[in-house]
Nanobody, 121 residues
Framework: QVQLEESGGGLVQPGGSLRLSCTTS????????MSWYRQVPGKERELVAT????????RYLDSVQGRFTISRDNAKNTVFLQMNILKPEDTAVYYC??????????????WGQGTQVTVSS
């Protein structure tokens, strides 16, 4: 089955930085809008950042605005989430999502398995 692959998570101290990457060898991501979600135990998964298929119109969760940057390199078939000035409340499993609508008006989604980000002193 088609699956996205996240990498770059880990343990970091408050104020530190991490860069998450998302890619797949199964197909080209160039026609998909890409998003990063995160989830902590006992809470719903929340949208952190999203970007269009062409790499424009980035949007962010209010609590990460100004600290996180979503970007993509379609030539490398990869999407990134640069995470700066990390806070303990950023601790979560981060998931990558690819989305597009088909010519028939149907939705098509693919997800990764997630990568753990832990911000702690």
């Amino acid at each position: 089955q088609v699956q996205l692959e996240e990498s770059g998570g880990g343990l970091v101290q408050p104020g530190g930085s991490l860069r998450l990457s998302c890619t797949t060898s199964d197909f080209s991501l160039s026609s998909y809008a890409m998003s990063w979600y995160r989830q902590v135990p006992g809470k719903e998964r929340e949208l952190v950042a999203t970007v269009t298929s062409a790499g424009g119109m980035p949007r962010y969760l209010d609590s990460v605005q100004g600290r996180f940057t979503i970007s993509r390199d379609n030539a490398k078939n990869t999407v990134f989430l640069q995470m700066n000035i990390l806070k303990p409340e950023d601790t979560a499993v981060y998931y990558c999502n690819a989305f597009r609508s088909t010519s028939y008006g149907r939705r098509l989604d693919y997800w990764g398995q997630g990568t753990q980000v832990t911000v702690s002193s």
